[in-house]
Structures are given as structure tokens and as C-alpha cells.
């Protein structure tokens, strides 16, 4: 009882104390208690008025050139990387795996595609193991025709 007595008399008297002055102090008040009467005020440090990079060579090195340029040209790469990676998505894999049965449909009439085989990869539509390149452009009738022109000029001279 007496504890608990004593208790709320003390909370009743802090808070005549704090609550009752606080609304009627002013913002001078304030200022004037929240300045500090301890002593001097506190001295300046120097590396606070110290010059940058005081005391080291500005110039620039040797080394420095090769690094920016390192820099710049790695950041282009990367950049050029990523803009131009294939897009890995599973609807771009399977959009293009409908395409190639589609297109396989449309060249024969018997077409069955077979479960887990995959048609739209580059093994299915190139032949790597072919031992002949092929020739999109018919480069090799282009040579046959300039050698035939030089052999028809050798025989008029």
C-alpha cells in the first residue's frame, strides 16, 4: 500500500514539474537552456581545414590511363552483353519450338512430332556434321565462271 501510494504521488509531482513549465517556456527559454555552459567551446580540428590530397603527387601516373581505358571498355562490353543476350524465357523457347513443328508439319503431310524431342534447335535445323559448307551465295559457280573468262581471254591472245 504504501509503495503504490508513494508511486503515484511521485508521478503526479513529475508531472507538475515537466508538464506545466513546458507550455509556458518560450523558444528563448529554449535556446538560452540548450547552450552549453561547460567550458570553452570546442577547438577546431585541422583535417578539417586540410587541403585534398595535400602532400601527394596530382599529376596523373602511368598507370592511370590503362585503367580508365580498362574501365571504359569493360563497361561497353558488359553493356553490349547483356543488351544483346538471347532471351532465355520459356515462352520464347516454346513459341520457337512450335514454330520449327509447325514449319516440319508444313513440309511433309506425315510429319508426327515425337514426345521429348526438341525440333527447334540449332543441331535440328543446321548439319553440323556435314562435311561439305554450305553455300548460300554459290560461291564456287562464281569462281568457275571468272576462270572460265580467263581461260576463253588466254585462248583469243
Known sequence: FFFSRMSATMTTALLRRT????????????????QRWMGPAMPKPQSSEAKLWEGHPTHTEGWEFTTYLTYGVSTVL????????????????????AQARLDLQSKSADFT????????????????TSIQAENPFNEDDDDDED???EEEEEEEE
Open 147 to 149: 576462270e572460265e573468262e
Open 113 to 128: 512430332p515425337e514426345f521429348g524431342r526438341h525440333y527447334g534447335t540449332p543441331y535440328e535445323k543446321y548439319d553440323f
Open 19 to 34: 508538464a506545466v513549465p513546458l507550455w509556458r517556456r518560450t523558444s528563448l527559454q529554449i535556446q538560452q537552456q540548450q
Open 78 to 97: 558488359l553493356i553490349l552483353s547483356i543488351g544483346f543476350a538471347p532471351e532465355t524465357s520459356i515462352k520464347v523457347w516454346a513459341s520457337n519450338e
